[in-house]
């Protein structure tokens, strides 16, 4: 292959879609285990998981208008979209759980009023847990995590595509990308986080080194592979 | 845009209800995922019971297998063998569902005989009529899925780029984060824990104290999926559904080659309806529960 300034773009290209997956993930409200039983707040399963399940939703729609069309804009849109739509859908139902089938009133512990709508929080957590439910704020953190995980992933899409032209290599690499991002990411969060109002929030500078170490590694090793599938 | 690609979509949102439900229902039988910590839990501290337990993996990489496994079998069939679509999607559910078999049996012995220090024993008779049970679902979820993924990929007019087994691949795992984000709630908030006082989330110094008894005799699994197939399993549909329908509505409806931004902004607009919806839910909740009486501190409610 030609090592020119279009293969230097697409690293860079690449970088900021990895980047991308893993600030995102820090955005996204997971309360892991302790959730799924209502003794934390956010939605009840794992950060990677729910990252990989609403970044590649987008991926599929990034791919499907990139079959249709060339505008970086309107796939990286469409990306971000399909990504918010399934994240969405997932916080929306698992609200029901928590307030028809549980009976909790949504709750944070990690602050005394919610920054959007301004309710207050203590009164509302449970003894013995650290909040329950998705109040708006963690609602909010969450779909602009999961729109960003679907921004990163089809970012990480378009290049590939251009350089192999196979939407089926180019699609496992963006998935194979997306995860290293996405767990280097959930290590760092180490277990649950509530969104950008969570304190555990700051420690995103760690992520973001990490993940451009790891994008940059990655974008090289996937640059060069030009087809063959 | 016509009455025939808008059938597919309408099709494509029912498969994916059904195999939200199913796939939640299953990992409620088999105790896979978040709540199965505490199944795990519960002999540990004493409490030694007849629940299945198979934590193979989390939800959505074990889906995305069972999902990738069928769409693969019967990509193959149809590509190299020329079989009709259906018989090779029955096919290829079939053998995920062998698979998970496999791993849910291995996943209990495994499981369960190395608790045997906390008196936890290996019920042979959960293994024979529970396992069956959960490999339907599972069949039920694959078939499901690779059902969708067909349809994108030969049947909608702007056919999807990426191959089937790929497709079912993300999708499986889509359905794998929503059934553990939204049934395993039911499942671990509501009905392992229903010997505690309703309307609270788990008191940490509860871990473990799960429910083991049933209305007549001992619980175990099937009475679990009776339970959360009454909600638990329902809500997960509708997630996945809404997911698969919504997204692939507004590129149906609106052309992606002429209207691009047009679907986005369709999209978006979902989106913000979501927003305003779940801040309903929370403004309508916080009203009629209200503020716990035990709470001591100065923030008024």
């Known amino acids: 292959m030609n090592f020119d300034i279009n293969t230097i773009v697409y690293i860079l290209e690449i970088l900021v879609g990895g980047l991308l997956v893993g600030i995102g993930v820090h955005f996204v409200p997971v309360g892991g285990a302790p959730a799924a039983m209502a003794q934390a707040t956010g939605i009840g399963t794992g950060t990677v998981q729910l990252a990989a399940g609403s970044g590649l939703t987008g991926l599929l729609a990034a791919g499907l208008m990139m079959s249709v069309t060339d505008n970086l804009w309107l796939i990286l849109a469409s990306g971000a979209v399909g990504a918010g739509i399934m994240i969405g859908s997932t916080m929306l139902t698992g609200s029901w759980i928590y307030a028809y089938a549980v009976g909790v009133p949504f709750a944070s512990a990690k602050v005394n009023y919610d920054p959007i709508t301004g309710f207050s929080q203590p009164p509302y957590v449970a003894i013995g847990t650290v909040g329950h439910g998705i109040p708006t704020i963690c609602f909010v953190s969450g779909l602009i995590g999961g729109m960003m995980g679907g921004l990163g992933g089809a970012m990480i899409y378009y290049p590939l595509y251009l350089i192999n032209g196979n939407a089926a290599l180019s699609a496992m690499f963006a998935i194979g990308i997306f995860l290293v991002n996405a767990v280097i990411a959930s290590w760092n969060i180490q277990g649950t986080i509530e969104g950008f109002h969570d304190p555990k929030f700051k420690k995103w500078p760690f992520a973001f080194k990490a993940c451009a170490i790891a994008s940059i590694l990655l974008a090289l090793a996937s640059v060069l592979i030009t087809g063959g599938a | ?301």
């Open chain 2, 1 to 301: 845009m016509d009455a025939f690609s808008m059938g597919l979509i309408a099709a494509m949102g029912a498969l994916a209800t059904v195999a939200g439900a199913s796939e939640d229902i299953e990992s409620d039988i088999g105790s896979q995922s978040n709540p199965n910590s505490q199944v795990q839990l519960a002999a540990q501290v004493g409490n030694p019971h007849r629940i299945y337990n198979k934590a193979i993996s989390g939800e959505p990489p074990a889906n995305a297998l069972w999902a990738a496994t069928a769409a693969m079998v019967a990509y193959t069939l149809i590509t190299a063998f020329q079989m009709p679509a259906l018989l090779a999607l029955v096919a290829g559910a079939s053998v995920a569902a062998l698979f998970n078999g496999v791993f849910s049996i291995s996943s209990y012995f495994g499981r369960n005989s190395s608790q045997a220090r906390f008196n936890q024993w290996v019920y042979m008779d959960i293994v024979r009529y529970t396992t069956p049970s959960i490999m339907a679902h599972a069949w039920i979820t694959a078939f499901c899925i690779a059902t969708i993924s067909y349809i994108m990929v030969y049947m909608l007019p702007t056919p999807h780029p990426f191959p089937m087994p790929i497709i079912a691949l993300i999708w499986g795992l889509a359905v794998g984060a929503i059934g553990s984000s939204v049934g395993d709630i039911h499942y671990g908030g509501e009905r392992e824990f229903q010997n505690r006082q309703f309307g609270c989330g788990l008191n940490t110094m509860l871990s473990g104290q799960i429910v083991r008894k049933a209305e007549a005799g001992l619980r175990n699994s099937i009475d679990n999926a009776w339970f959360c197939t009454k909600f638990g399993g329902p809500a997960t549909g509708m997630g996945f559904g809404l997911t698969v329908f919504l997204d692939n509505w507004r590129t149906t409806i609106f052309d992606p080659v002429t209207q691009a931004s047009l679907a986005i902004a369709m999209g978006i607009f979902f989106i913000i309806l979501m927003v305003v919806y779940n801040n309903y839910i929370e403004r309508s909740v916080r009203a009629k529960y209200g503020p716990y009486p035990e709470y001591k501190g100065d923030i008024a409610a």
